[in-house]
């Protein structure tokens, strides 16, 4: 039985070739919604529609370019004539200490994770204001609020998607636009496979997470499209800490690995 009723409603969803973009296209789709799913991983998104059905739309997208994200919403409304959600999940990370990280990275790592989601809330808040309607989810970290060895890009860079989010709130509530972040811990993806594969890697995370567990994506996504639901219309500006109650406990020290 399905939690929502997204009956006619279209979402946005960036990094949807894998991971919690992939997990929370396929929440959307199984609650009714329409999905267009954007990635710049071509092949993938053409088998998504194979698995996902119809109502899966994939569109080539680099979120770090202004024109591709004003496409995407420009296609969106072109055939639909609306957004009702977005997400915008996309990111990466090159790791390395402030000191020995290389400006290349460092502008790699912010780019996808800061500006890209500026670029995503920028157009779809905009056709969201023309509606008078809409809700955005925006997906930071628990590194948005607890710092990682050698992962200054990425936990400055969700920091500022945290307070980016709290900004859109702010602007876009008069517009009937609400605006909240998804702060994942760890959680099995991709983008975590050196985390969640190293045993001894994995134990140390193991034992600063009271839950002891990694999350799987679906469980970032049954919260993050909560957070569009009716059931959630005067959450607004809020961070939703999705962790396994690590932020409790602390970071495991990775200047050993």
Known sequence: MNAYTFDGKIAIV?????GIGYAISEQLLKNGATVLGADVNEEKLTQLKEELGD??????????KSADQEALVKQA???????????????????????????????????????????????QAAQMKKQNQGAIVNISSLNA????????????????????TKNGA???????????????????TPLTTNFTEDKSLNEAFMERIPMQRAAT?????????????????????????V??????????????F
């Open 217 to 241: 994506p679906t469980e970032i996504a049954k919260p993050s499209i909560f957070l569009v639901s009716e059931d959630a219309s005067y959450i607004n500006g809020t961070s939703l800490v």
């Open 55 to 64: 109502s899966f739309i994939g569109v080539k997208t680099d979120v770090t």
């Open 77 to 123: 409304v072109e055939q639909f004539g609306q957004i009702d959600f977005a997400f915008n999940v996309a990111g990466a990370n090159k790791s390395g200490t402030i000191t020995d990280i290389s400006e290349e990275d460092w502008r790699f790592t912010t780019d996808l994770i800061l500006h890209g989601v500026f670029l995503g809330m920028k157009h």
């Open 170 to 188: 702010l602007e876009l509530a008069r517009y009937n636009i609400r605006v909240n972040a998804i702060l994942p811990g760890l959680v099995e």
């Open 14 to 18: 960036t990094g949807a070739a894998s």
């Open 243 to 256: 962790d396994g109650a690590w932020e409790v406990s602390g970071y495991p020290d990775l200047s050993k």
């Open 145 to 164: 609020h607890v710092p990682m060895y050698g992962g200054a890009a990425y936990a400055s860079a969700k920091s500022a998607v945290e307070m980016l």
